[in-house]
């Protein structure tokens, strides 16, 4: 049934089941609008597999196997873009837990005024709806392969979004927590499971180089499309947007302390970084087995599980896939959350306010369900994953811009904000005009550093230029605009400082966002540049040490996976 054995289907009924029912079960805790939304209850351990499993998908292992199949090893950094700025994690969770926010509209609109935090509630819930549809586009393709297309991908998106929206909208965010403590363990299995059986086929790493015969496609620094340039390029682009993408303040302080989200927000995406290794491995080594005739990239990572998992026994299929169903809706369930607490919190309570707690968490639920819709818009619209993982990565910088300069220097101001970011979304719409590409690729400029790529048949700009286009376009007019215009009173950006500057402590309760216990102790400001506008601190020594045991980290993936290449 549905190319399926009966014990793979038994396998995906009890596990569907069991998450569901953790969905219910977690309802109980709902008590209003930021139990559901950010609860602050939660261990490093916990943290750390929220993290990696609400930033998980099938989706992620589709787009770097896709891609590693027709660029090879240098397509794992289509997951590894934000490889060199994970370090710096360490640094950023602590201040998103200080701001004592429940959705980043609130910071936006402490750190500038209410009309920046609508502007980013409504780009916001845009990006949410992208990373929904982008997962279930790409979980979808893996279903299909899966199931020998039994199940086609249309109905694979219908049915997984059913699913997460069952058990997110009874339980919240402490659903998506919960559920991706074990999601989180059956992803790390299976995407080391697969590699080691596929590897065997081909007789291990020298059988694959042997049969793939091409120097090139087993290096992690590849000439043409993704060279030293694009990482570097789609790194710190990955640095600019991941504090500005909605689901991130729950990775940093949805914990009990600020060293919880540290842990968590670091570790879980360490934790990835290794798996994205096996999911480019197994990219390559199908290139190997199957060869790359009449194969639909998308379709790799399932079709190896199906064939490989297959033989070994009845139901590892059917766990394969509840893993990967489970990993989707693990990340959708949180995104959805968060889309529908930015609209509830900042849009639609300060509309109606001094209503009941139960009406607001109505409203939330309500809410989460127009987040879904959008979703499920964008991935029946996005042609592919690798498509919809490019467009995923252009719209969370647009307000990027403006949370780095709202940190960093006191002088920005709300008009900054907008201009920062209405330009970088008009600089990414020209870059994709026909007359613009025609234009840019007159221009004459050395190969590694070419401008103007070939795509589909058709000329596009190349994806980091567009990218140092729209954010440096965006940079300029964000600082133009606020130093045209008058400045923020102090007592607003003062405030906004004392609140990122002033730690948590054990068991604090804060009765409104962004807003310091009344027997809060701020303490001084400890800056490199004192006498500027510019507002850069002195790390702690936990800062240092953390941001550096990150590097160390770094540093040990890249050279794992280039030792194990070699083999």
């Known amino acids: 049934m549905f190319g399926l054995h009966g014990a793979d289907l038994f396998v995906i009924f009890l596990y569907l089941l069991l998450t569901v029912g953790i969905g219910f079960y977690t309802s109980r805790m709902v008590r209003d609008l930021s139990s559901f939304v950010m609860p602050r209850r939660f261990g490093k351990f916990t943290m750390i597999m929220f993290s990696f499993g609400s930033g998980t998908s099938s989706d992620q292992a589709v787009s770097v196997a896709s891609k590693s199949f027709t660029n090879g090893l240098s397509g794992i950094w289509y997951q590894w873009l934000y490889l060199f700025a994970t370090p710096f994690y360490w640094l950023i969770a602590p201040v998103m837990r200080r701001f004592r926010a429940i959705t980043m509209s609130d ?4 750190r500038y005024n209410r009309s920046v935090g609508i502007l980013y509630g409504g780009i916001a819930v845009v990006n949410l709806a992208v990373m929904i549809g982008l997962m279930l586009k790409g979980s979808s393709a893996v279903i299909e392969a899966g199931t020998g297309g039994s199940v086609p991908e249309a109905w694979a998106i219908v049915l997984m979004a059913v ?3 069952a058990y997110g909208i009874a339980g919240g965010l402490s659903a998506a927590i919960i559920t991706d403590l074990l999601q989180g363990v059956l992803t790390i299995a299976f995407s080391v499971m697969l590699l080691p059986l596929v590897l065997g086929a081909v007789g291990g790493m020298s059988g694959m180089r042997a049969a793939i015969d091409n120097p090139e496609m087993m290096s992690l620094v590849a000439p043409g499309e993704i060279g030293v340039f694009y990482i570097l390029i789609i790194a710190f682009n990955g640095l600019v947007g991941i504090v500005a993408q909605p689901h991130i303040l729950s990775n940093c302080a949805a914990g009990r302390t600020e060293l919880d989200g540290a842990w968590g927000f670091m570790g879980g995406n360490l934790v990835k970084r290794f798996c994205t290794v096996a ?3 197994i990219g390559l080594a199908a290139l190997a087995y199957y060869g790359s005739a009449g194969i639909d990239p998308d379709q790799i990572f399932g079709r190896v599980a199906r064939d490989f998992l297959s033989p070994l026994m009845p139901g590892l299929v059917g766990l394969f896939l509840s893993a990967l169903i489970a990993s989707v809706m693990s990340s959708c369930d949180a995104f959805m959350v968060a889309g529908a607490g930015l609209f509830t919190g900042n849009i639609y309570k300060p509309l109606a306010p001094n209503l009941t707690d139960r009406h607001y968490v109505g409203i939330v639920r309500m809410a989460s369900l127009f987040t879904v819709a959008g979703g499920l818009g964008f991935a029946y619209w996005v042609p592919g994953v690798i498509d919809a993982l490019e467009i995923f990565w252009k719209v ?8 780095w300069m709202g940190l960093l220097w006191r002088r920005a101001n709300a008009n900054g904000a907008w201009a920062s970011t209405l330009t970088a979304l008009f600089a990414w ?12 690729s007159t221009w004459s400029i050395c190969e590694p550093l070419r401008l103007v790529f070939v795509q589909a048949g058709q000329p596009e700009i190349h994806l980091p230029w567009q990218m140092v286009f729209y954010t440096t376009a965006g940079l300029a007019a964000g600082v133009i605009a606020s130093l045209a215009t008058k400045p923020l009173p102090d007592t607003k950006v003062d405030h906004f400082y004392a609140l990122a500057r ?6 604090e309760a804060v009765d409104f966002p962004c807003t310091l216990p009344p027997n809060a102790q701020v303490p001084p400001a400890r800056i490199l540049f004192p006498s500027t506008s510019l507002v850069i601190p002195i790390p702690s ?7 550096l045991v990150g590097w160390l980290f770094v540093i040990l993936i890249i050279g794992g996976t280039w030792m194990l290449t070699q083999l």
């Open 279 to 281: 999911w480019s491995i």
């Open 541 to 547: 020594r936990v800062a240092v040490a953390g941001f």
């Open 396 to 403: 969370s910088p647009m307000m990027g811009i403006a949370f």
């Open 163 to 165: 699913l997460f929206v």
């Open 502 to 507: 002033t730690p948590v402590t054990p068991g």
């Open 429 to 440: 719409w020209i870059s994709a005009q026909g007359f613009f590409v025609d234009w840019v």
């Open 107 to 110: 910071v936006f609109e402490a």
